[in-house]
């Protein structure tokens, strides 16, 4: 067979103003080609010892004239400006904010606030609203360093930042005037219910009551047969020591106007979207603008005080712009149990090769960190890395190669991974080929420890974020710190790996395995 599946396939995503998170399927040929238009620009691009930034940010890139000595000022200027994230003021020119009722020297949410909401103008706890974290902290002085992200030709350092995450000392909702509603769409990944618990316990220490969670993702904003799930402390006290999600989850859903209209009818103002890139889309539609009569306006177009706040969810890390996302960690170290059986039963066998797939339809981050992690891989494929299966330079003739030095290999793919046992008996030497498929055992999980501890302030950083007025945001982790960003500006693409990167070279030294083309 050509493959090493009958079809190994790469998912890119859909080209169309959805929330569904459904993604289109295609088969990889025998020397694999990205489908994507964006993710064969990018290659390209690594051909050339540089990587574009984002889609908004290399069209304003395109726009410059670099022979204007204030283009650098011009840029970070254009940079703030789309990365300055949407407030409530920005439509509610009258909203007038409050002092927090968020503060660890309360441990408890007060019962009464008939003579105010209490501040201790003490705590230093609280974040300014000016606060920055620096997006790109390397400054590379050639596009020939590896990983290099430069903006003009002489990678000239322009700084860029984005704004911090806590909790602000002025809030712009009363708690006991909020309904919080949280939702989880998509697949399963680690720490969703880890989220879920924080940001339910967060909320009671600003003094909401009201808070629901909505069954099975989006659908349940519309099917009359999905109840909301009345959500406390004391529901969601131990829902971290278990995986999956309390709330359940699904793909697809209704209209961005139903949706609005059941939040309007529920009474909410404050919803927590739990999902990937399809799902933040959902997440922005909802808070943005849409063009249609006014009865089916979004949440910014009715006027309607709600905060839209998201909480990145995918296990292979393909968010742009941040550092990591939650449920990565436990899928790179839950991946070592599967890596580990393959190993031993291709070292076990006469001849044998281990294949292991690992989740990462577009992305090859979990397949990368996993074989770097273990130290076990002989050769790692990934999407982002063309490769020929036949050949003097294949995959195949590789294997052969290791097969009779070594008597055994080990393969890790990423979202593809199979049979290849016609290729050694028609060379009259037969391997015993073990096929490991660990996916859904891994996204159902617990989260481990690492994971918990980014899942816990997540959830944390996003009820402040809606308390302090924000909108149509994000929040992530960012050169090790927490941020809010702008919806558009992380779903634009998926965040892929750079094949001149020094991690992806890293595991190619680990492995040993030379370029396949």
């Known amino acids: 067979m050509e493959s090493?599946?009958?079809?190994?396939?790469?998912v890119v995503p859909a080209r169309v103003p959805h929330f569904s998170g459904l993604r289109t399927l295609t088969p990889l040929l025998p020397i694999w080609r990205p489908k994507s238009n964006r993710v064969r620009r990018r290659i390209r691009a690594?051909?050339?010892?540089?990587?574009?930034?984002?889609?908004?940010?290399?069209?304003?890139?395109?726009?410059?004239?670099?022979?204007?000595?204030?283009?650098?000022?011009?840029?970070?200027?254009?940079?703030?400006?789309?990365?300055?994230?949407?407030?409530?003021?920005?439509?509610?020119?009258?909203?007038?904010?409050?002092?927090?009722?968020?503060?660890?020297?309360?441990?408890?949410?007060?019962?009464?606030f008939a003579d105010g909401y209490p501040s201790d103008e003490k705590w230093h706890g609280y974040i300014s609203n000016?606060?920055?974290?620096?997006?790109?902290?390397?400054?590379?002085?050639?596009?020939?360093?590896?990983?290099?992200?430069?903006?003009?030709?002489?990678?000239?350092?322009?700084?860029?930042?984005?704004?911090?995450?806590?909790?602000?000392e002025k809030i712009y909702f009363n708690p006991e005037e909020v309904k919080a509603a949280i939702v989880t769409c998509g697949g399963l990944c680690p720490g969703l219910n880890d989220v879920i618990r924080q940001i339910v316990i967060t909320l009671e220490i600003y003094g909401v009551k009201k808070i629901v969670g909505i069954p099975f993702g989006y659908r349940g904003f519309a099917d009359k047969d999905l109840r909301e799930m009345p959500l406390s402390r004391n529901v969601v006290q131990n829902a971290h020591l278990s995986g999956g999600s309390l709330l359940g989850v699904s793909r697809?859903?209704?209209?961005?106007?139903?949706?609005?209209?059941?939040?309007?009818?529920?009474?909410?103002?404050?919803?927590?979207?739990?999902?990937?890139?399809?799902?933040?889309?959902?997440?922005?539609?909802?808070?943005?603008?849409?063009?249609?009569?006014v009865a089916f306006y979004s949440c910014r177009k009715r006027r309607l005080r709600v905060a839209v706040v998201g909480v990145p969810k995918t296990i292979d890390n393909?968010?742009?712009?941040?550092?990591?996302?939650?449920?990565?960690?436990?899928?790179?170290?839950?991946?070592?149990?599967?890596?580990?059986?393959?190993?031993?039963?291709?070292?076990?066998?006469?001849?044998?090769?281990?294949?292991?797939?690992?989740?990462?339809?577009?992305?090859?981050?979990?397949?990368?960190?996993?074989?770097?992690?273990?130290?076990?891989?002989?050769?790692?494929?990934?999407?982002?890395?063309?490769?020929?299966?036949?050949?003097?330079?294949?995959?195949?003739?590789?294997?052969?190669?290791?097969l009779g030095k070594k008597g055994s290999a080990v393969v890790c793919i990423a979202e593809g991974a199979g049979q290849i046992k016609r290729y050694f008996n028609e060379m009259g030497t037969p391997a015993d080929v073990k096929y490991i498929d660990p996916t859904y055992m891994i996204r159902a999980v617990r989260a481990n420890a690492s994971d918990g501890i980014l899942c816990a302030v997540l959830g944390q950083n996003a009820v402040h974020g809606a308390f302090a007025g924000y909108s149509g945001i994000t929040v992530g982790i960012c050169n090790t710190h927490y941020v809010y960003l702008p919806i558009p500006e992380v779903i634009s693409y998926p965040r892929v790996v750079d094949p001149n990167?020094?991690?992806?070279?890293?595991?190619?030294?680990?492995?040993?395995?030379?370029?396949?083309?």
């Open 4 to 10: 090493l599946l009958p079809a190994i396939s790469v």
């Open 46 to 112: 690594h051909a050339d010892n540089t990587r574009p930034p984002s889609s908004a940010a290399s069209a304003a890139a395109a726009a410059i004239d670099y022979s204007d000595p204030s283009w650098k000022s011009k840029f970070q200027k254009e940079f703030e400006s789309r990365y300055d994230i949407p407030h409530l003021t920005d439509l509610i020119h009258d909203a007038v904010p409050i002092p927090s009722t968020f503060c660890l020297r309360m441990r408890s949410p007060t019962e009464d």
């Open 130 to 168: 000016n606060d920055r974290v620096l997006l790109k902290v390397i400054k590379y002085s050639s596009p020939t360093s590896a990983g290099a992200e430069c903006i003009d030709s002489d990678c000239t350092w322009v700084e860029q930042w984005v704004h911090r995450a806590g909790p602000r």
């Open 252 to 293: 697809g859903g209704p209209s961005v106007s139903d949706i609005v209209d059941s939040m309007e009818e529920r009474g909410v103002n404050m919803l927590f979207v739990l999902g990937g890139n399809g799902t933040h889309a959902g997440a922005n539609a909802i808070h943005n603008e849409v063009d249609k009569p």
């Open 318 to 402: 393909d968010i742009l712009l941040m550092d990591k996302t939650f449920g990565f960690d436990t899928a790179v170290e839950e991946a070592q149990r599967a890596i580990n059986s393959a190993y031993i039963e291709a070292h076990s066998a006469y001849r044998g090769i281990g294949i292991v797939k690992l989740m990462g339809r577009s992305s090859g981050f979990i397949a990368m960190h996993a074989s770097l992690a273990s130290g076990q891989i002989d050769i790692c494929l990934i999407p982002e890395v063309p490769f020929n299966l036949r050949g003097p330079h294949g995959v195949l003739g590789h294997l052969k190669y290791l």
């Open 501 to 517: 990167s020094r991690m992806w070279h890293r595991c190619l030294t680990s492995t040993g395995q030379p370029d396949f083309v």
